[in-house]
């Protein structure tokens, strides 16, 4: 299994049909409606934030005291988002994120379902702020669902590489027999056992 981040970017990226990736058109978009969205950057901060504190689950995560250092790391994000470009450095980024969650204890379900939270977000503020036209909403909204795609694919799937790859490294048990030893185990499995 490829463990460079530069490998495992590409390798993720791979398995994405092209028409479900965030596209060069998608790239054009976002940047000709980044003035408009720039503005949104405190919108998304505080209710990111404000979710995840209202929730015991995903309070937990944060330190006292870490809040206005996580928003700030999330504005940074967005900014880099909207300034672009969508080169290899750009994605390898998104899935470096997915280790730096492992290390914090954020799960892909906190993750996922945040992601669901910036889009209606988003929506909501592009008919609502910035008035674009129905149709215009409707384009751009597409363009964001591919690059959610894209970057959730890419955060996800590096939290299991790179989780597989700690475990491999403190069994010394090699990934590919990681893999075998789970095929066997999962082809034993009955999906619909109850509990
Ligand atoms: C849309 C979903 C998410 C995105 C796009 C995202 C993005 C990021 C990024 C870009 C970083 C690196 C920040 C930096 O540059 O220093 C990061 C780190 C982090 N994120 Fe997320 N995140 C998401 C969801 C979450 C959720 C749901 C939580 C908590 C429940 C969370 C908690 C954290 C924490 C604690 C760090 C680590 C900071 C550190 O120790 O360096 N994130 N995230």
């Known amino acids: 299994m490829s463990s460079s981040l530069a490998e495992i970017t590409e390798s993720i990226l791979a398995q994405l049909p092209p ?44 330190g006292s005291g870490e809040r206005a250092e996580r928003e700030m790391a999330l504005r940074r994000w967005w900014r880099r988002t909207l300034q672009g470009p969508f080169d290899a450095r750009y994605w390898e980024y998104q899935a470096a994120v997915g280790l730096i969650h492992i290390r914090r204890g954020v799960t892909n379900p906190m993750m996922l379902a945040m992601w669901g939270w910036i889009l209606n977000a988003l929506q909501e503020a592009l ?32 939290y299991l590489r790179h989780y597989l790859l700690a475990l491999s490294h403190s069994t010394g048990v090699s990934t590919d027999l990681i893999h075998r030893l789970v095929s066997v185990e999962v082809a034993a499995l009955d999906p619909s056992a109850q509990g």
């Open 19 to 62: 028409c479900t990736r965030f596209s060069n058109e998608d790239e054009a978009l976002l940047l000709r409606l980044a003035p408009a969205l720039a503005p949104l950057e405190d919108l998304l901060a505080k209710g990111f934030y404000d979710a995840l504190f209202a929730h015991p689950e995903t309070a937990s995560v944060f």
């Open 127 to 158: 008919i609502e702020r910035v008035k674009l036209a129905p149709q215009e909403v409707a384009r751009a909204m597409e363009a964001l669902y591919r690059l959610a795609a894209t970057v959730q694919a890419l955060t996800a799937e590096s």
